[in-house]
């Protein structure tokens, strides 16, 4: 019998598989204690709990570390890891430093396939889904990798989620789900607040009821045209749920009172940056509790985009902040490294 990743597990899911094998199910949460807080690598360390109730688990789940492929590390601070799976597929995740808080970019598939024409981890195409337990090892292991805050090992040294890396989590919704439970599990889990926790999507809003209803998350959506023939250039996805249908779903989105939809808006030269599309942007999300992102496109090998000039940036977003809204332009970190997201598995790849 092929044993099962722990990390699979939510602690009411273990609690009930303890239950049924003759345990007590508050032993979850020691488990959990055990693998999440204090990282341990094996159950022998559990030592809290029984001879017999560890060897119950050693003959029925595997504590797996992902196997560390590759590490850069960009003279800004950024760190990317590129994780080698089991079965011999790749996924990355990136650690970003900020003004004073650091946050985990992670990834929920292997490949992706939505087909955005921009996007590098569209090129290779999409193998498979990752598990809620290799999504969870993500965050864990960068845990793992780093030194302890003040000497206290419970502290973490980064406070921010986002699912902004290789794959759509919403595409991946049960196994997302899966993850998040472990994540945001207050008691013995991650233990990360819903409020630093981020899932950004391409727009598949037939998965929006679900999110908001069991996750009070940040939600962030990739946006990038404020029409549909340019959106449905860019991202396929349009063409299933256009614009018109992404905006009443995002309406719809339950949020706490002071909370904003994060609106990810890639500027490609030529494409989408003019100040008419800036002021249709400024009215397209009128309706929305929003803020923007604007995010120069990052350029990489083989594309057709390019970057606009910074004049071009700095003209549309002051014709956002004139409009009163909440708008930044996100800096690309990792410029030095292999920075876009994809390409160190892109990378991996090539050198087969």
Same mark, same amino acid.
């Given at each position: 019998?092929?044993? !099962?990743?722990?990390?699979?597990?939510?602690? !009411?899911?273990?609690?009930?598989?303890?239950?049924?094998?003759?345990?007590?199910?508050?032993? $979850?949460?020691?488990?959990?204690?055990?693998?999440?807080?204090?990282?341990?690598?094996?159950?022998?360390?559990? =030592?809290?709990?029984?001879?017999?109730?560890?060897?119950?688990?050693?003959?029925?789940?595997?504590?797996? /570390?992902?196997?560390?492929?590759?590490?850069?590390?960009? /003279?800004? @601070?950024?760190?990317?890891?590129?994780?080698?799976?089991?079965?011999?597929?790749?996924?990355?995740?990136?650690?970003? &430093?900020?003004?004073?808080?650091? =946050?985990?970019?992670?990834?929920?598939?292997?490949?992706?396939?939505?087909?955005?024409?921009?996007?590098?981890?569209?090129?290779?195409?999409?193998?498979?889904?990752?598990?809620? @337990?290799?999504?969870?090892?993500?965050?864990?292991?960068?845990?793992?990798?780093?030194?302890?805050?003040?000497?206290?090992?419970?502290?973490?040294? %980064? +406070?921010?989620?986002?699912?902004?890396?290789?794959?759509?989590?919403?595409?991946?919704? #049960?196994?997302?789900?899966?993850?998040?439970?472990?994540?945001?599990?207050?008691?013995?889990?991650?233990?990360?607040?819903?409020?630093?926790?981020?899932?950004?999507?391409?727009?598949?809003?037939?998965? %929006?009821?679900?999110?908001?209803?069991?996750?009070?998350?940040?939600?962030?959506?990739?946006?990038?045209?404020?029409?549909?023939?340019?959106?449905?250039?860019?991202?396929?996805?349009?063409?299933?749920?256009?614009?018109?249908?992404?905006? #009443? $779903?995002?309406?719809?989105? &339950?949020?706490?009172? /002071?909370?904003?939809?994060?609106?990810?808006?890639?500027? %490609?030269?030529?494409?989408?940056?003019?100040?008419?599309?800036?002021?249709?942007?400024?009215?397209?999300?009128?309706?929305? !509790?929003?803020?923007?992102?604007?995010?120069?496109?990052?350029?990489?090998?083989?594309?057709?985009?390019? =970057?606009? #000039?910074? @004049?071009?940036?700095?003209?549309?977003?002051?014709?956002?902040?004139? !409009?009163?809204?909440? $708008?930044?332009?996100?800096?690309?970190?990792?410029?030095?490294?292999?920075?876009?997201?994809?390409?160190?598995? $892109?990378? +991996?790849?090539?050198?087969?």
């Amino acid at each position: 019998m092929k044993k !099962k990743d722990i990390k699979d597990f939510s602690q !009411k899911k273990l609690a009930d598989w303890l239950q049924e094998h003759g345990e007590k199910p508050y032993r $979850a949460g020691q488990v959990f204690k055990w693998l999440y807080i204090r990282q341990a690598d094996s159950f022998d360390e559990m =030592t809290d709990l029984s001879k017999k109730t560890r060897e119950l688990l050693e003959n029925n789940f595997t504590i797996h /570390r992902l196997e560390k492929s590759n590490t850069e590390t960009s /003279r800004d @601070g950024t760190v990317k890891y590129l994780f080698r799976l089991e079965d011999g597929e790749y996924t990355e995740c990136v650690l970003i &430093p900020g003004k004073d808080r650091y =946050t985990l970019c992670i990834s929920s598939q292997v490949g992706c396939a939505q087909g955005c024409r921009f996007c590098l981890t569209a090129r290779g195409g999409f193998k498979r889904n990752l598990t809620s @337990g290799e999504i969870v090892a993500q965050i864990r292991d960068v845990l793992h990798d780093l030194p302890a805050v003040d000497g206290e090992p419970t502290a973490k040294p %980064f +406070q921010n989620i986002v699912f902004m890396g290789m794959g759509e989590p919403l595409a991946n919704f #049960d196994q997302l789900a899966g993850a998040l439970e472990i994540i945001m599990d207050t008691d013995y889990g991650l233990k990360f607040s819903s409020r630093k926790v981020t899932v950004s999507t391409c727009g598949l809003i037939h998965r %929006f009821d679900d999110l908001g209803r069991r996750f009070p998350v940040n939600l962030a959506v990739s946006l990038n045209a404020t029409d549909n023939a340019t959106r449905d250039a860019l991202m396929p996805i349009n063409r299933t749920y256009p614009i018109e249908k992404l905006i #009443d $779903a995002c309406l719809r989105f &339950p949020m706490a009172p /002071r909370s904003k939809i994060t609106f990810e808006y890639i500027l %490609f030269k030529g494409i989408n940056d003019s100040e008419n599309q800036a002021h249709e942007l400024a009215r397209l999300l009128a309706p929305v !509790k929003a803020k923007i992102n604007l995010i120069p496109f990052n350029e990489f090998e083989g594309c057709d985009f390019k =970057t606009p #000039d910074a @004049g071009t940036i700095e003209r549309f977003l002051s014709i956002l902040q004139d !409009k009163g809204y909440t $708008a930044i332009v996100r800096k690309s970190m990792g410029q030095d490294i292999s920075a876009a997201c994809g390409q160190l598995r $892109a990378n +991996q790849i090539k050198a087969r």
